[in-house]
């Protein structure tokens, strides 16, 4: 059994900064991707980072260079440090493990996500 539970979401300013983390436990995570997923009121799910167990990371096209995917493998724990946020970066994030994709259906284990509110 695998448990992924994300922290640090809050409500924030436009132009501030939150670090999400993501602990796993269980079976080992480290042969898989580790990403971030967020899903907005009423929009779907859609991708937002991932890492793989090597070096792979992709980063969705409207947050690069402000979102910096993180992983400790050595405390199976990812982060997701995120700046210059946006009130259009309001979602709740969730942290997955699977193979390395950026289609949030590929993704096995999911976490219960965190909320970001991010105001204008």
């Known amino acids: 059994q695998v448990q992924l539970v994300e922290s640090g979401g809050g409500l924030v300013q436009e132009g501030d900064s939150l670090r999400l983390s993501c602990a796993s436990s269980?079976?080992?995570?480290?042969?898989?991707?580790m990403g971030w997923f967020r899903q907005a009121p009423g929009k779907e799910r859609e991708f937002v980072a991932t890492?793989?167990?090597?070096?792979?990371?992709y980063y969705a096209d409207d947050v690069k260079g402000r979102f910096t995917i993180l992983r400790d493998s050595a405390k199976n724990t990812i982060y997701l440090q995120m700046n210059s946020l946006k009130p259009e970066d309001t979602a709740v994030y969730y942290c997955?493990?699977?193979?390395?994709?950026?289609?949030?259906?590929?993704?096995?284990?999911w976490g219960q996500g965190t909320q970001v509110t991010v105001s204008s």
């Open positions: 890492k793989s167990f090597g070096t792979l990371t």
């Open positions: 997955a493990a699977g193979p390395i994709s950026t289609d949030w259906h590929d993704y096995d284990y």
């Open positions: 269980g079976r080992t995570l480290s042969r898989y991707a």
